[in-house]
């Protein structure tokens, strides 16, 4: 009986033992759980920042280049061509702007240019003087050289003689051509002080 009684002693602390070693992996996971529940890097966003975190841009936009001068900003809207070229590239790329974005648009080759890549932009001035100076003048300065050179009066000899005054006025009508031509089209080399930028529409 001394030794059952010893035996039925030592019972109870064995299974409370065996118990607490038993529950322990079960509330240790349990811990970190909760852990990793109430961690700020891993806790479960509310429904409505989720919404607001991974909503998509579907706002309007228009592109802006931005410059000093009387007039500081041009304005592109989509549908109008873009004249550009490329960093890293020789040659000018005229694109459609299908769609305006933040930091990029879209080309008519569904490509996506992102303004930071853009070295440079060119604009045609829609100037009827010069558009219509650069093809008129030059063809005027040649009309009255070939004019004036095969006019009889100005012949010596029986040949036809280039007067100082033809030479003067011809080569300013074709000089002034070449003009038109040069200030038809502007361009404008993007840095700190020319850059394109997307202004939201409102």
Known sequence: MPYLAIHRCWILPIL????VLGLQPILCAQVEEEQAVETPGQRIRNPEDTFRIEKPDYAEYFLALEKPGFVKRLRFYETERLDFKLK???HWQKSL???????????????RIYFED?????IRRDSWFLNQGSILLPIAGLGYFLMDTLNPANRFEGEPVITNRNITLSGSL?????????????RYRMGKWKYLKAIQKF
């Open 16 to 19: 409370s033992i065996c118990c």
């Open 88 to 90: 890293k590239e020789s």
């Open 97 to 111: 702007l299908v769609d305006i974005r933040k930091d990029y648009f879209v080309s008519d080759d569904f490509a």
């Open 118 to 122: 853009i070295k440079s932009v060119r």
């Open 174 to 186: 074709l000089m002034g051509g070449l003009l038109c031509q040069i200030f038809k089209t502007q």
